[in-house]
């Protein structure tokens, strides 16, 4: 195995001076079939031979800085044929600062592996590289990921990614989070012609970065989009941002402080289908919806009620918001689950119960319940017919009335003698009335 294999398989990493107690190692697992490389020193590159069987490799440590000048030409056959024959499909690269002219030097051998994944943890990229080189060149690379990075605004990189578009047109899923992102210049997304998914999440992304990110032409088989825990404020200006995105599916605005606007006219995809709001902020509903969901995600906010209809939602999850009352099934037919956990809620009225019954899934647990014959009955009925998810029957605890207060929902007598003593009563009367004109 000669230096240029084991270079390549780390970007140089095999190279870096040892520091730290785990130093100068590679540590294969076989059962797992992952190896993990603690900068290893130039007396010790023969560990990562150890890794050659691993499906995936994990680098850690160090700095490339000093290997800038490294002699990197064209591979002879016998290289490229032991790239091609090695098992690995994914490697990490965490916490190393990495120059980009050397990545940009590397990066075109991975045409010869059969890596499919690639991801920067806590890395630092410095300076530009020449990437010339990568023109028209292909990489079995389908996700690329980057977290809790630094490197150079990516406005003004538009060139380097022109010289990459032969490989990122065929990427199918970019991460580029916790990396303190504030924009995405719509050149670059049109570059991305096959992705399907993008996360985005935990960036400084605001209302006004959306629409130029997500502008004409930009993604256009995206399918997943990933935007929690960002600066986004409005409702209004976010669905405007993504409109353009018409095969999205799947939206993820979780922990951003959204407000929703009084009247909007913007549209979501028509083919969104997943929807998740929760963690939010909003007191109430926004309007409109995607017409098309079949899940939607609102838990973690301050609701009080829930009026909205969509007939093709199957999914609904309300929990820990302050709802009094559960949303009328009527306007879900094809809802299958439903999570109503910490609200206001303490009765489930006879009617509903019956809809609730056509469910599979139902979670109502830590709720205020009056433990009423009605209240109690219910929830016995729903639990007997197993449609009560985690939870019962112990976090399902009666609030009222006194009599009753902390005990289980489960443990509340509901016989009929107790509930609905008439129905015993009358017949009784009317036994006797009977006996009484017998005799």
Not at 131 to 139: I, K, R, Y
Not at 230 to 240: E, P, V
Request: with cysteine.
């Amino acid at each position: 195995m000669n230096v240029a294999v084991l270079l390549l398989l780390g970007l140089g990493l095999g190279l870096l001076e040892a520091k730290g107690r785990r130093r100068n190692r590679c540590y294969f697992n076989r059962t797992q079939e992952y190896c993990t490389c603690y900068s290893l020193s130039e007396e010790t590159i023969g560990s990562i031979i150890q890794c050659l069987p691993a499906t995936v490799v994990e680098f850690q440590g160090g700095d490339l800085e000093r290997y800038i000048a490294f002699p990197i030409g064209d591979l002879d056959f016998s290289t490229i044929e032991t790239l091609g024959s090695l098992t690995i499909q994914k490697i990490i690269i965490g916490n190393i600062l990495v120059p980009e002219i050397l990545l940009a030097r590397v990066l075109r051998f991975f045409s010869y592996t059969h890596v499919q994944e690639l991801a920067f943890e806590s890395c630092m990229f410095q300076g530009t590289g020449n990437w010339s080189d990568m023109d028209g060149q292909n990489l079995p690379i389908l996700s690329l990921s980057f977290h809790n990075v630094t490197s150079a605004p990516l406005t003004g990189q538009e060139q380097a990614f022109s010289s990459l578009s032969s490989w990122l047109g065929t990427l199918q899923e970019l991460a580029v989070t916790g990396s303190r992102i504030t924009s995405l210049p719509c050149a670059i997304g049109r570059v991305f012609g096959a992705l399907r998914s993008l996360d985005l999440a935990q960036n400084s992304l605001g209302d006004g970065s959306l629409s130029p990110a997500f502008c004409q032409g930009a993604f256009p088989q995206l399918q997943e989009l990933s935007l929690h825990h960002n600066n986004l404020r409005s409702y209004h200006s976010t669905c405007k941002g993504v409109e353009l995105l018409q095969g999205l599916q799947h939206l993820d605005l979780s922990h951003n402080e959204l407000m929703a606007d009084p009247s909007s006219s913007c549209q979501w995809p028509a083919s969104l289908r997943r929807f998740n709001l929760s963690n939010t902020g909003l007191d109430e509903v926004p309007t409109p919806l995607p017409p098309n969901l079949e899940v939607l995600d609102m838990s973690h906010n301050h609701l009080h009620a829930v009026d909205i209809s969509l007939s093709s939602l199957k999914k609904l999850f309300l929990n820990q918001n302050l709802l009094q009352a559960i949303p009328s099934i009527r306007n879900y037919p094809m809802l299958d689950t439903l999570h109503l956990d910490n609200n206001s809620i303490t009765e489930l009225p006879r009617a509903e119960v019956k809809l609730l019954g056509c469910l599979q899934d139902v979670a109502v647990a830590d709720n205020p319940f009056s433990c009423s014959c009605s209240g109690a009955g219910g929830l016995q009925a729903l639990a007997a017919a197993g449609h009560l998810g985690q939870g019962w029957p112990k976090d399902y605890r009666c609030h009222s009335p006194a009599e009753y207060q902390g005990w289980p929902v489960a443990q509340v007598p509901v016989s009929v003698l107790r509930c609905d003593p008439a129905a015993v009563v009358a017949p009784v009367c009317v036994i006797l009335a009977l006996l009484g004109l017998a005799g």
